[in-house]
């Protein structure tokens, strides 16, 4: 029997990380044993206290990714689990995406691409994205890149976060629903969890306003999807365009449907070279961890 350290892996990776990952660990993709020692997986993974419970020799969990809102931050603390993310190395391609989804949704690109395929010539009119009020519900290093740039060609940027940042150039609102109400596109980008659930409500959506545009490339569960879905329907809100979803990979066919939103199967860190500099880093956490290292990027 391999001497190597059992390691659980709950989700599909790139196979190059996956054939590290082999060269160091047992893996097991499903019912883990007891002996596990280390987890890797994406930011929607569950660890709680009943999967720690299951896992009592568990060490170390490497988020190939910077979500964490899943991990029950408190649990894995009490146990002395260390918890590791891949900051950083995503902030580019993740704003990148914002700004390629609010151009799609405001001139129609994905609907255009689909009609040329279909043969036809005759599309509805987009909307001008210069000049448009863009608010962000986040303003951490994502946020702040996303602003970089959209700042060439917005009107106006504003931001909500938890607390106000001096000197940055934009304005800042106290809360979502003045976000809402003060820009014509509102990009979310804020961290999920209990704090963060069904924020962008059906009120967020009425007040955002019929040219309004939601994008959201932070979680599915920042949005009510029903309401999301009614709002679009009854043209509360102009468009959308999302990377994520309440319930992936799961869509609601409402929305794969409606020709005024655009979707993306949560490709916001998906460029060869961010999922090359994610996974060393995942790997750089874990080599440190069991050779009794300092962790490269731990946060908990």
């Known amino acids: 029997m391999s001497d190597l350290p059992d390691l659980y892996l709950p989700a599909a990776m790139a196979p190059s990380l996956t054939d590290a990952l082999a060269r160091r660990f047992r893996i097991h993709r499903d019912d883990p044993p007891a002996t596990t020692r280390a987890i890797v997986a994406g930011g929607t993974v569950l660890v709680d206290q009943p999967l720690l419970d299951r896992l009592p020799a568990l060490e170390i969990v490497a988020i190939n990714g910077v979500g964490h809102d899943r991990i029950d931050l408190d649990a894995v603390r009490a146990r002395g689990v260390r918890v590791t993310t891949t900051p950083d190395v995503l902030t580019d ?4 995406l914002a700004i390629g989804l609010m151009l799609a949704v405001d001139r129609r690109i994905a609907f255009g691409d689909r009609a040329v395929r279909a043969g036809t010539w005759n599309v509805p009119l987009g909307r001008r994205a210069t000049g448009r009020r863009i608010g962000l519900f986040g303003f951490g290093k994502i ?5 970089r740039r959209a700042a060439p060609f917005a009107r106006e940027i504003l931001y909500t976060a938890r607390h106000e940042r001096a000197g940055s150039g934009y304005r ?14 509102l990009i979310l980008i804020a961290p999920g969890g209990a704090a963060t659930r069904s924020i962008v409500d059906a009120a967020v959506l009425a007040t955002l306003g019929p040219t309004g545009v939601l994008i959201n490339v932070a979680r599915g569960s920042l949005v009510d999807e029903p309401a999301l879905i009614a709002a679009l329907q009854a043209g509360t809100i102009a468009g959308a365009g999302l990377d994520v979803f309440a319930d992936e990979p799961r869509v609601p066919e409402a929305l794969r449907a409606m ?3 655009v979707l993306m199967p949560h490709q916001g860190s998906a ?8 996974a060393a880093l995942v790997l750089a956490n874990l080599d440190a961890h069991f050779a009794g290292r300092p962790l490269p990027t731990p946060i908990a």
């Open 271 to 278: 460029t060869v070279e961010c999922r090359a500099e994610m």
């Open 259 to 261: 020709d005024q939103v």
């Open 93 to 96: 391609d993740v704003a990148d």
């Open 143 to 147: 946020g702040q890149a996303i602003a």
């Open 172 to 185: 800042f609102m106290p809360d979502i629903g003045a976000l809402a109400e003060a820009c014509d596109t």
